[in-house]
């Protein structure tokens, strides 16, 4: 076999993303909170880029990894689902730019398998974030808009979905069927589209509290809200640990601790205080609205946790820094404290983790704030692979969606990932990231002359800055095309090829040994 020098291993080990302090200390907002290369670590990294050496050697190493992976086919104790909603193959590529080069690999590029998934709805080709989740947490493909429901409900339906006939259940629930233990951490609202997937019925995603089931034309007497179907409902009621943003969706007239604002609800209930209640003889539950009191929950002691820390979605990430938001947590510190309860349970757990924000910021064109969300996402991933082993902990990486972010142009290497990349046919600079549809095409426009503005004169380093984008609408859109799954842990290389995304979960439990397909075990 031909020997990698000590040169090159040194020289890559310089090259790869790690756990450096540049990357894990907060710093005061930035343009680029990433440590970008200087042009003497550039200079001398093309060097190296410029010698035969170092493409066929690096190149040899990765033959020489991967022709000694071995199947991994112990049964996984414990199972970790993240998902980066909205988080397109172009998002991933343009990240790691954003991360220091183009060179780069963020935390999960690292795990040995990976594969390709289907995203589209039964009555959608380009899917939303409710109909995915309901398939890759519950394996049955559905509707548009619709959650934990088979394709039999129609969007808005507010009889059929009554039918428990038509109901799918989530891998949460096999597991906790199974003896394991269970939750949810997301960056959205608990009740958003995504973790609504864990433990939700329903034939329309708004329906967060009871005010929007009568919108939606249903009896609120009949038709559960997701907030009440988290708290009473028969698998949100079993979960451990439940994380993120959303209090409005739990209040009525009780006044939210951080705004002074009652909630959305029009019931009178407070769904926070029945959740306490609900506990058992012996169970000590505990709720937490900040980071300083998550932080301070001794896992030892505590059953169940409710974390709610904003009346609706999370913070972004760069807002949190420049704004010194102490009472916010990061998704990272969510995973850390979800997993040290969870990892109680002798026979294991499950437990599903959404990096939400990124297809917020899409949604608004906003690529600055999709790209540190994914950046965040990431090292969140990277704290639990390192927590858990991998011979008894399967961690898989993937998106429910793509976007319509485009990466395009032809900048050099090193080029600011939020820059210009060449000159267009009317004379003017475009820029390497530009979205088919969204807000961000207002912004561009010259009203004045005509044509496009010159993006050169815009000041383009606020965390809100709109990218440009072909057509005008409200919300940029999803994109259609397949996302990517990653895979480390038992039964990893399972997660091969191109599959419907509602394979998934079946896969996850067949490497598990639970819910009631094929199993390892069998």
Not at 70 to 78: L, Q
Request: with cysteine; net charge negative; hydrophobic share 35%.
């Amino acid at each position: 076999m031909h020997r990698v020098s000590v040169f090159v291993l040194l020289t890559i080990n310089f090259l790869v993303v790690n756990s450096s302090p540049a990357v894990q200390r907060e710093l005061p907002h930035p343009s680029f909170p990433i440590k970008k290369l200087t042009a003497e670590q550039y200079s001398s990294q093309a060097q190296l880029e410029n010698t035969l050496g170092y493409w066929l050697e690096t190149a040899q190493q990765t033959v020489d990894r991967i022709r000694k992976r071995t199947p991994n086919k112990n049964v996984a104790k414990n199972v970790i689902l993240f998902l980066g909603d909205g988080m397109s193959i172009s998002t991933v590529n343009m990240a790691r730019v954003y991360a220091g080069g183009e060179e780069k690999t963020l935390s999960f590029e690292r795990f040995p398998y990976i594969g390709m998934s289907k995203t589209y709805n039964v009555d959608y080709q380009v899917p939303d974030s409710a109909g995915t989740a309901t398939a890759y947490l519950t394996g049955v493909k559905g509707n548009y808009g619709t959650i934990g429901v088979n394709a039999k409900v129609p969007l808005h339906d507010c009889q059929v979905e009554l039918d428990t006939e038509t109901h799918t259940h989530s891998i949460a629930r096999w597991a906790m069927d199974a003896g394991k233990d269970a939750g949810l951490v997301t960056t959205t609202r608990v009740t958003h589209a995504s973790p609504a997937g864990v433990y939700a019925h329903t034939a329309n995603r708004n329906r967060e509290n009871d005010h929007e089931v009568e919108r939606d034309g249903c009896d609120k007497n009949r038709v559960q809200d997701i907030a009440q179907q988290l708290v009473h409902g028969e698998t949100g009621r079993r979960l451990k640990v439940i994380l993120g943003g959303g209090r409005r969706e739990f209040l009525h007239n009780d006044l939210d601790p951080e705004t002074g604002k009652v909630g959305n609800r029009k019931d009178g209930r407070n769904l926070i205080r029945e959740w306490l209640e609900t506990s058992v003889k012996g169970e000590n539950r505990t709720y937490v609205w900040n980071k300083e009191d998550l932080l301070a929950v001794d896992p030892k002691t505590t059953d169940r946790l409710l974390g709610l820390f904003e009346p609706s979605h999370c913070v972004y990430n760069l807002d949190r820094v420049r704004n010194k938001l102490s009472q916010e947590p990061t998704l990272a510190e969510m995973v850390d404290k979800a997993t040290d309860i969870l990892r109680k349970n002798d026979r294991g757990f499950f437990l599903f983790v959404e990096g939400g924000r990124i297809d917020h910021a899409h949604h608004s064109t906003m690529a600055r704030l999709a790209l540190d969300e994914t950046v965040e996402f990431a090292r969140a991933i990277r704290l639990a692979r390192e927590k858990f082993r991998e011979d008894d902990t399967l961690i898989v990486v993937t998106s429910d969606h793509s976007h319509s972010v485009s990466y395009s142009g032809y900048a050099e290497r090193s080029q600011d990932i939020f820059g210009s990349t060449g000159q267009a046919a009317d004379g003017l600079p475009y820029m390497t990231i530009s979205y088919a549809n969204g807000l961000g095409y207002y912004d561009h426009i010259d009203t004045e002359n005509g044509g496009r503005v010159n993006v050169s004169k815009l000041d383009t380093s606020s965390n809100q800055f709109r990218f440009p984008t072909t057509l005008p609408v409200e919300s940029e859109t999803h994109g259609g095309e397949d996302v990517a799954v990653y895979a480390s842990g038992p039964w990893s290389h399972l997660f091969t090829g191109t599959y419907e995304q509602n394979t998934i979960p079946h896969m996850m439990a067949y490497a598990s040994c639970i819910g009631h397909g094929l199993t390892a075990c069998q």
